[in-house]
């Protein structure tokens, strides 16, 4: 699969997220090891799972290195019934078939998410 942007490659990733489609976020996550493996259904609901993605929003978005994206996501999801608004990084990684990055302007490549993390709260804003 050719994704033309990390963007609409993330937003393929959160709407899947959304809707509960583990099967179709497994495919769409990196393949790791060796040999390179993709992840299981199984392991993407147990890393994802635990938070109902109900919202999101891009931000921001940063290129990084010839093969890389970092982009920040407004993410409204519940976690044990309490509703989350956190701010996270996604590192949007151009990949070939082995999992390789590669620039992003040669054909065949696909983004794919690699890392993420929650970023701190901005500090309130005084009166």
């Excluded at 019934?81 to 996270?88: A, H, I, S």
Aim: aromatic share 8%; net charge positive; charged share 25%.
């Amino acid at each position: 699969m050719n994704t033309p942007t990390p963007q609409q490659a993330l937003t393929e990733f959160l709407s899947c997220w959304q809707k509960r489609d583990y099967s179709s976020m497994s495919r769409l996550l990196p393949v790791h090891g060796t040999p390179p493996k993709k992840q299981t259904v199984k392991a993407t609901k147990e890393l994802y799972g635990t938070q109902k993605l109900t919202d999101f929003n891009l931000l921001a978005a940063r290129d990084t290195d010839p093969a890389a994206t970092n982009l920040d996501v407004e993410m409204h999801y519940r976690e044990a019934g309490e509703l989350e608004v956190k701010r996270w990084r996604f590192r949007m990684v151009y990949v070939n078939d082995a999992g390789q990055p590669i620039p992003r302007n040669q054909p065949l490549g696909s983004w794919k998410p690699y890392v993420t993390r929650v970023l701190p709260d901005p500090p309130a804003l005084r009166a």
